[in-house]
């Protein structure tokens, strides 16, 4: 794993990498939107607004699956002192929460013409926007820190404390009696026709690879501006 | 011990506690959490009447009587044995209808009967295009209802 502790090596994969997982992602987004919005059945309960779900599905797995990405990275950090690991968490943040955000918006959407309102404080819908809210505390706590190369230890903390979360989010339908549907998709079975989950599948890849290519580019962002610093500090002392 | 391995235990020692302590909330929260109280829930701890609740359960099939006035509606929202009645005045979402899952907010007046003021339409997990649903009767749909 140290292997990537040097930063040159690290650009050295990322950088081929990012336009590969960027391009790949959005040609798979646009495969999967144009004839999910267009071509697919419609659902039979819903009509037409079930095809919100090809944005909405792969924003929730993004949203949880990005705070898993910075409770991975920051344990990392915090056992191995991982030089990059911190860098991770806090790249990975920002597109977290939007996605996050993009989630609860387009789930709000839905939510007026199928339930019959904008908003309910259920189990799933709450805890989805305490995921939205613990980014921000995350996205602060890293940005207030002094230690701008490997991000604060207290950030590294709050990244493993507030996965607490994701499994709450999870079992928030299972748990709870809820207005948020049950899972739909399990490891083995889904409950989605197969004309209608193809799109949804090829979606959540495209944006998972797209969500790859921004984390790179923050991370490669950082990594230069730790460099610029570095270099305006010796130039300062010599 | 290695300074790395004593923090990698430090570290999974946390996770354990987090864990824990996150399950011993959720388990202090699981009746305040759920945002609906279902008929059988209800048929063992009434709730007084005029005190304003949810009510959440399936519609039962054939019941959606609608009243002369056009916007009054009657149904019944049943789990398994237990039924409550209940009247709505207004618009209901597209997606109530009889056989599928609804919320509704209000109270209960002394004769026993839910007042809604607001009805919410539950989706369930199912998405199929619209021929297969046709295809499917609903006796099928009705026995999927009752495995879940």
Redesign the interface.
């Known amino acids: 794993m140290h292997a990537f502790a040097n930063p040159a090596r690290f650009l050295g994969i990322a950088r081929p990498l990012t336009p590969w997982l960027g391009w790949g992602g959005a040609a798979l987004i646009v495969g999967a939107l144009v004839p999910g919005l267009t071509v697919t ?6 009509g037409e607004s ?1 095809r919100i ?1 090809y944005v909405h599905v792969p924003a929730a797995w993004l949203g949880m699956a990005g705070w898993g990405g910075i409770l991975v990275a920051s ?1 990392v950090q ?4 991982h030089p990059l690991a911190g860098v991770a968490a806090r790249a990975i943040a920002v597109p977290g929460a939007a996605f996050t955000a993009i989630c609860l918006v387009t789930g709000s959407l839905w939510g007026r ?5 904008w908003w ?4 799933r819908m709450t805890s989805m926007l305490v995921l939205l809210f613990l980014y921000f505390g995350y996205i602060a706590l890293a940005a207030a820190s002094d230690e701008r190369a490997s991000t604060s230890r207290v950030a590294a903390i709050f990244g ?2 507030g ?2 979360n994701l ?2 989010i999870h079992y ?1 339908v299972t ?5 948020h ?4 998709i399990g490891l083995t079975s889904s ?3 197969a ?3 193809w799109p949804l599948l090829v979606a959540t890849a495209g944006f998972s690879l797209l969500f790859g290519a921004i984390v790179l580019m923050r991370m490669r962002a950082m990594i230069a501006d730790i460099r610029v610093e570095a270099r305006l500090r010796r130039m300062a002392e010599a | 011990m290695k300074p790395k391995n004593q923090r990698l235990v430090l570290a999974l020692l946390a996770l354990v506690a987090i864990i824990g302590a996150g399950f011993l909330a959720l388990a202090g929260l699981r009746d305040n959490a759920a945002l609906f109280r279902t008929p059988a829930e209800l048929a063992a701890n009434p709730v007084e009447p005029g005190r304003d609740i949810r009510l959440g359960g399936m519609v039962a099939a054939n019941s959606i009587r609608e009243a002369s006035d056009g916007v009054t509606i009657d149904f019944i929202v049943e789990e398994g044995e237990a039924r409550v009645p209940v009247r709505f005045t207004g618009i209901a979402p597209d997606l109530f209808r009889e056989s599928s899952g609804v919320v509704a907010e209000g109270a209960f007046d002394r004769r026993g009967t839910f007042i809604a003021h607001t009805i919410l339409a539950k989706h369930d997990e199912n998405y199929m295009p619209p021929q297969m649903a046709d295809m499917e009767t609903r006796d099928e749909r009705l026995q999927r209802t009752l495995e879940r």
């Not at chain 1, 915090?78 to 002192?81: H, K, S, Y």
């Not at chain 1, 013409?113 to 309102?117: H, R």
């Not at chain 1, 309910?120 to 189990?123: A, R, S």
Request: hydrophobic residues 50%.
């Open positions: 059945p419609p659902d039979a309960v819903q079930a779900m344990l915090l056992i191995w002192r013409p199928t339930w019959g309102t309910e404080w259920d189990g493993v404390l996965a607490i499994p709450i928030s748990w709870w009696n809820s207005l549907q049950p899972q739909s409950s989605i026709d004309a209608l989950l």
